[in-house]
């Protein structure tokens, strides 16, 4: 009897061991970090790349300093800039006040990471550009040709609320070499207080995407975090799309908008595709 209850034990030990060991496969398999494949796109010397994410650190409720690790999703981050890197692009980051962008530790565990997870963290001259990111303030966004926000859980509480970011969003949406604009997750909050030149709202009537309210209420935030893509794309006149799965956390869409200026992506899952249908609006545009 003794023999067969160790037996079972053992046997359940292992199927919980070669679970554990599986568990990122299944994710990915589930809709984690979907591969995006098209076209590979190589643009001409000097096009220049700008990722924007946060210096928020610690996930805090409304009025406390104190909460769980948090920062920029590092595939909302490490995608698009291997992503522009490879296609030949100069690629700079900045965040609202310049310095660390701390990078959420539960984003780079085993079963979330990624292959450009694992080359950021090899890479020393990326993770310098992360240890001392550029403000926002001192960076002139018409230099760029792609313009792109980072999200992870902690630019909901600064990207939204940076008035220099909005208005060098703006700057950038009439500069002469109109750079493509967008983000993806938490990182579109950098866009809903942009104006246009009649001082309303940018991205009034343009169809967008960012998280969804229902991703967040899965994930436990809905109460703690100060602002919600969808609540506020939807507040600024944006006529938001979005996908749905069982778990929003493993759906993913990417919307250009009619004037193709604006590229954004659902979630974390999107970081992929989103660069890269950026690169081809700036592919394009320099074959015109």
């Known amino acids: 009897m003794k023999a067969k209850l160790i037996k079972i034990v053992g046997g359940i030990a292992l199927g ?27 643009l001409p010397a000097g096009k220049r790349a700008l990722i924007i994410a946060t210096n928020q650190a610690v996930l805090s409720a409304p009025g406390e300093t104190t909460g769980d690790a948090t920062g920029v999703m590092a595939s909302e981050m ?21 310095g660390k962008i701390p990078v959420d530790p539960q984003s780079i565990n085993r079963v979330l990471k990624t292959p450009e997870d694992d080359r950021f963290l090899a890479d020393p001259t990326f993770l310098a550009k992360v240890e ?15 313009i792109f926000m980072a999200g992870g859980f902690g630019a909901a509480y600064d990207l939204g609320y940076s008035p220099v970011l909005a208005e060098k969003v703006s700057e950038a949406y009439y500069a002469s070499n109109e750079p493509v604009i967008g983000g993806v997750c938490h990182g579109v909050l950098g866009l809903i207080n942009a104006k246009d030149r009649d001082g309303k709202s940018l991205i009034a009537g343009r169809r967008m995407t960012g998280v969804t309210d229902k991703q967040i209420k899965e994930l436990g935030i809905i109460e703690i975090t100060p602002q ?61």
């Open 228 to 288: 919600h893509p969808e609540t506020e794309l939807r507040k600024a006149g944006v006529i938001f799309e979005s996908n749905t799965r069982f778990m929003d956390f493993l759906a993913t869409l990417v919307v250009v908008d009619d004037e193709e200026r604006f590229v954004t992506g659902q979630n974390q899952n999107s970081g992929r595709e989103t660069a890269h249908r950026m690169l081809e609006l700036v592919a394009s545009k320099s074959t015109k």
């Open 78 to 98: 490490t995608h698009p800039y291997y992503r522009f890197l490879d296609a030949g692009m100069q690629v700079d980051l900045a965040s609202v006040k310049g």
């Open 132 to 146: 001392n990111s550029m403000g926002v303030a001192d960076v002139d966004f018409t230099q760029y040709d792609i």
């Open 16 to 42: 919980v061991a070669l679970l554990v060991l599986a568990l990122p496969t299944i994710v990915h398999k589930a809709g984690l970090h979907p591969e995006y494949n098209g076209e590979a796109v190589q």
